[in-house]
T-cell receptor, first 116, second 112 residues
Framework: AQTVTQSQPEMSVQEAETVTLSCTYDTSESDYYLFWYKQPPSRQMILVIR??????QNATENRFSVNFQKAAKSFSLKISDSQLGDAAMYFC?????????????FGKGTTLSVSS | DVKVTQSSRYLVKRTGEKVFLECVQDMDHENMFWYRQDPGLGLRLIYFSYDVKMKEKGDIPEGYSVSREKKERFSLILESASTNQTSMYLC???????????FGQGTRLTVV
């Protein structure tokens, strides 16, 4: 069975600085997706970024980028130029590729606080 | 925009009550999911449904059942609520495999 591990329960960063959230996963599959979701105090889960395992290039979405190391089974999220609105809980998630009935598997989350 | 709506944001129920949590999506999605979110445990899958009247157990199905009679609605049922089912419940849906999942805003259930 696949597992997702987030080893940092809490992280903090100052506005305009850069922070990296860690995630490791375990799978025997070769094709899969990895995700970072953001959950602000409103509780609405928002997809931040997605990475397909077959793509070597790291995904980027504006200030958010990932460092995907397939051999090491590592998938970290870098937030550049942090803003107060980035304060939230961040979840790393995994999903098998193209298999019927597969659900997202989540890590335990990292709470990010941003100070001015 | 895709909308996933959970019927209540906050719910307080008594031990032993039968509880229904409702989730409705408006984009003809095939797959729907129920997760439970607890501090320090992340999101854990309770049940999912990949089509009408189809359901599969997730990682923690004990004490729960589900119903999907219509494509747009996926209900989570607590047959006899217990205090250890006090939690945040999140519903999600997606069109099919390999498409993005969309989440509802969660129902915080307290069982007293």
């Amino acid at each position: 069975a696949q597992t997702v591990t987030q080893s940092q329960p809490e992280m903090s960063v100052q506005e305009a600085e850069t922070v990296t959230l860690s995630c490791t996963y375990d799978t025997s599959e070769s094709d899969y997706y990895l995700f970072w979701y953001k959950q602000p105090p409103s509780r609405q889960m928002i997809l931040v970024i997605r990475q397909e395992a077959y793509k070597q290039q790291n995904a980027t979405e504006n200030r958010f980028s990932v460092n995907f190391q397939k051999a090491a089974k590592s998938f970290s999220l870098k937030i550049s130029d942090s803003q107060l609105g980035d304060a939230a809980m961040y979840f790393c998630a995994y999903r098998n590729y193209n298999q019927a009935g597969t659900a997202l598997i989540f890590g335990k989350g990292t709470t990010l606080s941003v100070s001015s | 925009d895709v909308k996933v709506t959970q019927s209540s944001r906050y719910l307080v129920k008594r031990t032993g009550e039968k509880v229904f949590l409702e989730c409705v999506q408006d984009m003809d999605h095939e797959n729907m999911f129920w997760y439970r979110q607890d501090p320090g445990l992340g999101l854990r899958l309770i049940y999912f449904s990949y089509d009408v009247k189809m359901k599969e157990k997730g990682d923690i199905p004990e004490g729960y059942s589900v119903s999907r009679e219509k494509k747009e609605r996926f209900s989570l049922i607590l047959e006899s609520a217990s205090t250890n089912q006090t939690s945040m419940y999140l519903c999600a849906s997606r069109l099919r495999e390999n498409t993005e999942a969309f989440f509802g805003q969660g129902t915080r259930l307290t069982v007293v």
